[in-house]
């Protein structure tokens, strides 16, 4: 996963907090057939150890831009915060029914402590900085 090539922004961008990394799960095959095993793991990784699972296959492109991981998302939205937590929702999926896992979630959600920014087609949207 690496940066857009097009210039228009993804419908979501997280950017994490300082000391954020991304890493991917390597693809394997059994040799037996797995049908709607979805895609590999990822995971944003804090500087503690900590690993947060992401919605690999809702992922369009990842970086480390200035040393925070930014994960941009094609099918998620942010909703709000909600009892202390960052809330997203999966409003469509971005890989045929064949090759998602029949467990993937509707619902992601983060804790503000992890996140620096979160832009929706290019405007931030969390936090509010000021009137628009």
Same mark, same amino acid.
């Given at each position: 996963? =690496?940066a857009? $090539?097009?210039?228009a922004?993804p419908?979501?961008?997280i950017?994490?907090?300082?000391? @954020?990394?991304? #890493?991917?799960?390597?693809?394997? =095959? $059994?040799?037996?057939p797995v049908? *709607?095993?979805?895609?590999? +793991? @990822?995971?944003?990784?804090?500087g !503690? +150890? !900590? *690993?947060?699972?992401?919605p $690999?296959?809702?992922?369009?492109?990842?970086?480390?831009?200035?040393?925070?991981?930014?994960? +941009?998302?094609?099918?998620?939205? %942010?909703? &709000? #915060?909600e !009892? +202390?937590?960052?809330?997203?929702? /999966?409003? *469509? !999926?971005?890989?045929? #029914?064949?090759?998602?896992?029949? #467990? /993937?979630r /509707? /619902?992601? =959600?983060? &804790?503000?402590?992890m996140? =620096?920014a979160? %832009? &929706?087609?290019? *405007?931030?949207?969390?936090?509010?900085t000021?009137?628009?």
């Amino acid at each position: 996963m =690496t940066a857009p $090539t097009s210039a228009a922004p993804p419908a979501l961008l997280i950017q994490f907090v300082a000391g @954020t990394s991304v #890493e991917r799960e390597p693809s394997f =095959t $059994t040799g037996l057939p797995v049908l *709607r095993n979805g895609p590999p +793991g @990822t995971f944003v990784c804090f500087g !503690d +150890g !900590d *690993r947060v699972p992401l919605p $690999t296959d809702q992922i369009i492109f990842s970086a480390v831009v200035a040393g925070c991981a930014q994960v +941009g998302f094609g099918g998620m939205q %942010f909703v &709000a #915060e909600e !009892d +202390g937590w960052l809330v997203f929702h /999966r409003v *469509r !999926d971005l890989l045929p #029914e064949a090759e998602l896992s029949p #467990e /993937r979630r /509707r /619902r992601m =959600t983060l &804790a503000p402590r992890m996140v =620096t920014a979160i %832009f &929706a087609h290019g *405007r931030q949207v969390w936090p509010v900085t000021g009137y628009h």
